[in-house]
Each structure stands twice: as structure tokens, then as C-alpha cells.
């Protein structure tokens, strides 16, 4: 052993050098994370500005504009901008420094998706704030900057105050992006899919009114609905998680109930979990969200397409909220979560009895009488899910198998007399010779 | 593995002795409940047997006129209607896992008596979790699995199925083939997997504006053996308004000889006696000493019936 040799036997404490390196930021955090999902998290930061300045949730004629090209990428929106001293002492930190002024209700929580983003998409940014009072930017070169592992800090350049006519707000720009970046953002059917992305992650901001666009088009919300009659009402189960560390508390809202949305193969089945309006899940079939978690709930089959469930999960301080840093997974260690996944497994269990009863006939619920779509935000009170009765439908059935064992030289010498491929085709065949000769006349 | 045979399908359920004294335990400490409970308004829900023992006992011994029996084999269902013993019992054709979600906890207070012959496996956990979810003030719920090694198959090979049933994440890790195949080892692990279940559950149970905390309070803890080892566990959910609710009703170290509140439990005994040798015990109990009034009855088997005398059936053999 090294430290035998200086002949001492007394034990040492030395220093084990854990600090993190730069490396570890600009490669290794950005691997968890989808290039759509870290665009959505810079688009989190622009509502976060939104929620700051318009505390009402009014948001008319705030907007967040995105541009993607394959040399660059844009974001800049009029939400406000970021105070020279946020920026100076928690929005450039990496993760969320003890004291950050707290945000009621927001979607940023973890301290990382702006500089994850921006390291996800290139290696040149600038981004340039405005407040009401004070105008900067913040320029680096990334692969400049990682060269000094001593150096962490970023410059905030052109410092001065606000001119009269400045709209507060935040504009990001990045280039030199990264080869997978510039190759995705040349697809033409990419600006779709992150349109639709941002769609339903950012329902909630949508919904009330926060305008994102694209290259100059806007994201339209994306409606959850559920089907309603006055034979069929949603399971709706609400309660608060009380009390919480700092005695806070989450608000959970779960709603079940049936939706066919036309979609062939059901990929719109399944829950949709919401944190602070975020969705960070979509869609979801699997254990996390009780399919086939012990014996309450079956696994998930295509019978049950026309199931949907949404769990919206809110809370003052964000960081008692199931999520995951990427927001793209709940977070199955929190103990809201394993509460409320109990109680979204009850919620469902009357849905899939109905579902169960009617079969495969999915088609029965349009003919359920003032079959209206009601969306998912106007239940806001616990009720009992309750369906019609519908029985199955029995198909008159048409057809008949027919089987029976002959001789294999006999059924072989049929099959080279009448020109079939294989046994069963020769049955069908020597079954139509018969009937067309001796029965139909 | 052997495909799954119903217990009733191997034996008359009337006529296992130690499961015949078990139903009637869980009666008698059950009717104790009765003045603070009032337990004819409640419902109890049970699993199905087309001899329907314990829907006949706690009809008749409690009056209990609200019942639903969950039979999950589609097949039996003519069979179980025919046998229906009285027209309050209400026969679904649904496995318990997926009717517990759906019953009306709120409306009606609730006895439920999860009477399995199947090892302890993932489906039975997910039912003591709904209940423990759903339950409210007062419901009362008693569990049976089997619990015999045997039933897990060869030594060598009983690990492995365990973690079939449980789930690999579901055993603990100190756990060894050797381990569950001891006596009473598999039981053990079965009755910590129960408890934990139901705490883990009911405490963070999702509580309505006005209703208080609920805690799971045991009061049965038994182990038999007519032909497999089972194990069962009994109690009932209360606030802390019901602290003295058990002892002031008679259930107590004291009042109770069956009363385990906790992981010590209960042998229901079966003792080998003929009909002669039952009613002459019977003569010499329950005070005094049976010693040397014994006639030639070996002395652990009078001392196992001390224990269930009052309990223990008398079968003859009729033509009707």
C-alpha cells in the first residue's frame, strides 16, 4: 500500500477530490434527456417568466416564439426577462441554490433544464434579457468556457438600464449546434412533432391563454376530452396530500372515463400525468401508472382503447411534485405518487368492468344517446364513475370450421387432383366442388 | 406445477375440523363487536365455495342479511346459484381484486373475509391494499392464505416459486429455499407481508373532509392444519375515538384465549378422539384437572381439545 512506505502507522485523513467537471455537465446530464423534451424545458423557463409577471395567470399577449434552423436555434418570448440578480445568483447556477426566491406554482423546479438545453443543442449561446429596469446578455463559448475547469463562472455583458422603449423578455439564441440538432432540425416533419410535443406538455399554459409558436405558427391546445351522457359519467376522485414538509400541500385531481379519439391503434390510451399543469407523461400503459400492478387493474390490452386517465398533481412548491428532472417520467420513489396510484388504480377499476362488459364492441358508445365530449378541466368534484348497462352484441355468426380425419394418401392424391397448396386448402376447395354440384344447382 | 385444485373440491368444507372451529372463533369474537358495532347492518363480503360455511354462520349466528360472495370461475356459476343457502347473498362472478374497488365502502359498513386456499401472491396483496385503501372507520377484514412449503413444490425449487407468486422484488432478501421450507418459516413471512401490506396502505390511506387517521388493530392470528398449513390474520380498522373499543368489548388478553394482537398466533389444534373419548373430556372440562381421568386418552390430545372444546364439531354420520 502507497502509504506504508512513509513508515507512519498512524491513520490519515486525506482529501478525496469530488468536486464536478465541466464534462459532466455539457456530456454526460444531456444524454438523459430527448432533444424535444429539453426545447419544452426552455419553454418552461419562458412560463415560469410568465407566471412571475402576471400573477392573475392572465397571460394575453405573452408569447414564446421558437425558430429552428439547421445552423441555429431561437427562443425569445416577452415574459418579463430575467432580473439581473436572479441571473447573477441562481438562474446560471447548476441546480437550484439554497434561498432561490420561490415561485408559487411553477413548472421550473430543478435548476437544469436551461443549461441542459442550451448544451443539448450547441456549443455557441447568447441570451439576452430584458427587465423593466435593466437590459444584458449572457454570450458563451462553450467549448472555450470547458477548457478551464477552474473558471466556472459566466460574464454578463452589456449591462445598462432599461431604455424606455424595451419589451422585458428573454431571447436565447444557439449556434454551431450540435450534428444530431442540425440534422433533426432539417427534417421537414420535425417541426410537427415538437409542435405536437408542445401541444400537450404545455396544455395547461396553452389553455390559459400563453401563445407558442413555431416558425411563426402557434401551437393550438390540445383538448382532453372524455365522452359524457347523462347515462355516463367520469370517476372523479379529488383530494389534498396534507401536511407535507413546510406545511404545504399537493393537490391531486384524478379523472377516468372513456374517449375514442378515431385512433386505429389506441396510442392515445391510457393515464396522462400533469405536475403544476406540465404534462410529464403521456398516454401511459405500463405498471407506473397501475397496469397490471398487482391484481386490481389488468394489464393493458388493446380491448381497453377507449380507456383514458388523467392525474393532475399541483402544488405551491414544486419540488413536492412527482416529477423527474426531465420531466418526462414521474417520479415512483414519491410517496404522493404511490398514494395516488392506489387510488388511480380504484378510480379505473369501474371503467375497465365496463370496458370488459361490452367486449370488443367499441363502436357501442356512439350510439349512447346525447353522447356529448366534455372536457377533462370541467370535473372539479369527486364523483362515482357510472356507465349505461350495454350488453355485448352478438354478431350473427356466418361461418363454420369443419373438420375431420382421412387417410394421408388419400387426402394427398386429393390435393394433386385438385390443385391445392395444402390440406386446408384442398378441404376448401373439395367443399366447393360439393356444394356447387350437388347442393346450389 | 400442478394445476390449481379449489380446496373444496378435495375435501367437504363442513367437515374440516380446525377450519369448522376457526369460522366459529371468528364469529364469537366478531359477535363481541356487536354492541359497539352493530353488526347486522353490515355487509360481508366473501369468496366463493358452494358449501357457503361461512355465509350459513354469519347469517345465522349474526344476523348479517347483506351479502356478496365473489366466485371468479365462470364455469362454477350454475352451481353456485344452486346452492345459495339464503336469498341475501348476492353472487358476482368477479375476482375479488377487481370487485373491491367497486364496492360501496362509503354506504355500507363492511365485514370482509378474503378466505383463500391459495398461497400468499401478489393478486391477494393488491386485495388487502384496496381494502386498506377503501376501508372506513370500523370495516373489519380477515385474510387466510395457505401457507405450507409444500404447496410451493420441491425443495430446490420453492425459491423460485415463491418469486412467481410474490414478484422477485417481493421477497425479502434474507429469504433461502431451506428458510420457507422450515415449518412455520413460509407462515412467518406471509403474516410480515400481510401486516406490512395493510400498514403501508392505510397509512397513507386518502382520507374524506372530517374522517381521522385510521390504524389497523389484529385481534386473530391463526394457524391450522386440516391437510395444508394455513394461515390467518383478522382485525379491524379504527380511529383514535375506538382506542379502548376492543378491550371495553371483551377482546383482550384477558376475556379472549384466541385474542393475538400481534405475530405470536394461535394453533387451532385437531385433535384425533372418538366420539366416546370427546364426551368424556367433556364431563371432566373445564374446571379442575383432567389427570388421572384420562381412560387411556393420550394426554397431548386431551390437552389440544382443552383448548377448542367449545368449539370443536361433532360429526355423525346421517342419511337425510
Known sequence: MAGSESGSSEPRTEIIRARPTKEFFISTLVRDIELIPSIADLVDNSFDGAIRTRPDRNFAGLRVSIEIRPDHFKIGDNCGGIDPDIARNYAFCFGRPKGTPPLPHSVGQFGVGMKRALFKLGNW???????????????????????????WNFSM???????????????????????????????????????????????????????????????????????????????????DVTPLPKGKSVHVRLVTGLFDGGDQNAADAGWYVFCNGRMV????????????????????????????????????????LPWRTTKTEVDEDSLVYRGARDEMAILARPVIDF?????????????????????????AASQTFTAPDMAPRKKPKTEVTVSYQVLIREADAALEAIGARNYREMGKKTFRYYYEAEVRR | MSPHIPSYEKIDYNLRPAKNVERKMIVESVRRLDRALGI?????????????????????????GDMVCLEREEDDEERMKFNKPFNCIELKMVPAAAYLPVHEWSTKPTMAWLDHDSLLDTEILSELRTVSKCCKRRTILVVTVN????????????????????????????????????????????????????????????????????????????????????????????????RDLLENCGISQRDLDYFRPSKEWFEIPVPKLTFRELRHLDSILPRGTMAGALRGIPEDQADAYRLVYRYFPGFVDAEF
Do not use: C
Open chain 1, 355 to 379: 370496458i370488459n362488459s361490452i367486449k370488443e364492441d367499441t363502436s357501442q358508445i356512439h350510439e349512447e344517446p346525447d353522447l356529448g365530449i366534455v372536457p377533462v378541466d370541467s370535473f
Open chain 1, 125 to 151: 449561446f447568447r441570451v439576452d434579457s430584458s427587465t423593466s429596469q435593466w437590459v444584458y446578455f449572457v454570450e458563451e463559448d462553450v467549448k472555450a468556457w470547458s477548457e478551464d475547469e477552474e473558471n
Open chain 2, 147 to 242: 401457507a405450507d412449503p409444500r404447496a410451493l413444490g420441491h425443495v430446490g425449487q420453492r425459491l423460485s416459486a415463491l418469486e412467481r407468486l410474490l414478484g422477485r422484488a417481493g421477497v425479502p432478501a434474507d429469504v433461502t429455499d431451506g428458510r420457507v421450507s422450515g415449518e412455520n418459516n413460509l407462515a412467518a413471512l406471509f403474516y410480515d407481508l400481510i401486516t406490512q401490506e395493510i400498514r403501508d396502505a392505510v397509512s397513507s390511506k386518502v382520507l374524506e373532509p372530517g374522517e381521522k387517521g385510521l390504524h389497523f388493530e389484529q385481534f386473530l392470528h391463526f394457524r391450522y392444519r386440516d391437510s395444508s398449513l394455513m394461515l390467518t390474520v383478522g382485525g379491524i380498522f379504527l380511529d383514535e375515538d375506538d
Open chain 2, 40 to 64: 347486522r347492518s353490515y355487509t360481508y363480503v366473501g369468496l366463493g365455495s358452494p358449501y357457503y360455511s361461512d355465509f350459513t354462520l354469519l347469517h345465522r349466528r349474526l344476523h348479517i
Open chain 1, 281 to 320: 407523461l403521456a398516454a401511459d400503459k405500463s405498471t407506473t401508472t397501475a397496469w397490471g400492478f398487482g391484481g386490481t387493474i389488468p394489464r393493458y390490452h388493446p380491448q381497453y382503447s377507449l380507456f383514458r386517465g388523467y392525474a393532475f398533481f399541483d402544488s405551491e412548491d414544486s419540488s413536492l
Open chain 1, 157 to 239: 455583458k452589456g449591462l445598462r438600464p432599461a431604455p424606455g422603449d424595451v419589451t422585458p423578455g428573454t431571447n436565447i439564441l444557439v449556434k454551431e449546434l450540435n450534428p444530431s440538432v442540425s440534422q433533426d432540425f432539417a427534417r421537414i416533419e420535425f417541426k410537427k412533432r415538437l409542435m405536437e410535443d408542445l401541444a400537450t406538455r404545455h396544455h395547461e399554459a396553452l389553455r390559459e391563454g400563453l401563445v407558442i409558436e413555431v416558425d411563426t405558427i402557434p401551437v393550438q391546445s390540445k383538448v382532453l376530452d372524455l365522452f359524457a351522457s347523462p347515462r355516463l359519467r367520469p370517476g372523479v376522485r379529488v383530494y
